[in-house]
């Protein structure tokens, strides 16, 4: 049902006059295919998705189909300036990227950056794209409805000690599937189950109502945390989705993301113990000042809870830290808990899946689809058991594709110096 609903919402997302008022935004982003794996070049890459982000400099080999040279460095975004100014955030970024340039001895030379700017935007052109809203606790000012790549380089430029070449604006999904496509040319759609989660895929242009031209293909960015914007997930959800949005900075916003993602999964866990414990169903009904306090009860605590072999150890250990007087008992419904939670969001995000993979099964007329998608996200690589839950609804729900997935490479930096590197070469070879 929920693939379903979801179905109907890509359609409208995709509507020349529908998409404005769709949930599901369904961004062209102006990638016109995947790569072939001869990209090569210098490039340096900003990734900034969450509380950090990175700055790297990236060299890709065409002969060996990898990246010869990738150095990065890692920076904090403080907590004021999530919610502070937008200037201040981008002066922060620059200011890193300026360090950073110092210490690789860069200084003075002017290469191409591609932008991995993991929020939702509408993109306008390859170096053009406009923030809709913030999500993942960030709330700078004066940034919404504002091209960020010029923001960026107004910053860059406020500074005065250096400069970049041509920027190219990449999505952090379609930056995955351009990554993972650099290993798999197969690989059509990608997917991020992590702190937000978001898709893309290869859809047939004569369906991209928005933009000019009937031939070939364009990546499009579904922004799918949004699905049930509109209120269509209303009969699903629970009590402890609905304090989870009204708990947020984004209320009535992003309300499959709350739904299934690791910014909110552990949150959605806290919840529901402390109303067992109201119940007295946990604790003997005695909770803690932890328990009662939001945000305490971490989406990772749900992984170690769940683990096969320390799990239930690991969740005596978590009781006790926040402050729990357990049982054995008590200590199995908390990860009975867990699992509901954690099963919920893997079978909610293959349902979304199912949906990506049955229309391009359909939009090419085939009986059997056979097609890569490439994963990222904490959540997916974490958790113990969450890959093979959605792997396994997927099945149900598409039976008639037959999908490989593969992860990008590991949160050490290198998979975001492929992922943009990779996709800025491609788009210069489209320039």
Not at 74 to 92: N, R, S, V
Request: some cysteine; charged content about 25%.
């Amino acid at each position: 049902e929920v693939s379903a609903r979801l179905k109907r919402d890509f359609s409208r997302g995709l509507g020349k006059h529908s998409h404005h008022k769709a949930p599901v935004k369904m961004l062209p982003t102006f990638v016109r295919a995947t790569p072939d794996g001869t990209e090569k070049g210098d490039f340096l890459a900003l990734d900034l998705g969450g509380t950090n982000f990175r700055v790297l400099h990236v060299r890709v080999v065409e002969e060996q189909q990898k990246v010869l040279k990738m150095d990065s460095q890692i920076c904090a975004i403080p907590q004021d300036m999530m919610l502070g100014t937008g200037e201040q955030l981008f002066d922060h970024i620059a200011a890193c990227l300026s360090d950073f340039l110092v210490s690789q001895d860069l200084k003075g030379q002017t290469l191409p950056l591609g932008f991995t700017f993991s929020f939702p935007c509408e993109q306008k052109e390859i170096d053009k794209s406009i923030l809709i809203r913030w999500t993942k606790g960030f709330n700078c000012s004066g940034v919404e409805g504002k091209d960020v790549v010029k923001l960026l380089k107004e910053a860059i430029h406020r500074r005065g000690d250096y400069d970049i070449g041509s920027v190219a604006m990449v999505n952090d999904t379609v930056g995955t599937m351009m990554s993972c496509g650099y290993r798999d040319q197969s690989c059509e759609i990608g997917m991020i189950i992590g702190t937000g989660t978001n898709a893309c895929y290869m859809e047939e242009m004569k369906n991209v109502k928005r933009v000019e031209g009937e031939d070939g293909r364009m990546c499009i960015n579904t922004e799918w945390g949004g699905f049930g914007d509109d209120g269509s997930l209303k009969d699903i959800q629970t009590e402890f989705d609905r304090v989870v949005d009204k708990m947020s900075i984004n209320t009535g916003v992003h309300t499959f993301e709350k739904m299934i993602s690791g910014m909110y999964l552990g949150e959605i866990v806290r919840l529901v113990l402390v109303k067992l414990t109201e119940d007295k169903l946990l604790f003997k009904g005695q909770s803690s000042e932890a328990l009662k306090t939001p945000g305490r009860f971490e989406t990772k605590f749900i992984s170690e809870i769940e683990e096969q072999d320390n799990g239930l150890e690991n969740a005596q250990n978590i009781l006790t830290k926040l402050g729990l007087k357990w049982e054995l008992v008590d200590s199995r419904v908390v990860r009975l808990v867990c699992d509901t939670i954690s099963s919920r969001s893997a079978r909610l995000c293959a349902a979304a899946l199912a949906t990506i993979a049955n229309r391009i099964r359909v939009n090419r007329g085939l009986d059997h689809l056979k097609t890569t998608v490439g994963v990222d996200g904490t959540v997916y690589r974490k958790h113990p058991n969450f890959s093979d839950e959605l792997k396994a609804t997927v099945r149900l729900l598409a039976p008639e594709c037959d999908i490989t997935f593969l992860v990008s490479e590991d949160g050490s930096g290198k998979g975001a110096a492929m992922v943009t590197a990779v996709a800025v070469w491609f788009i210069y070879c489209l320039l």
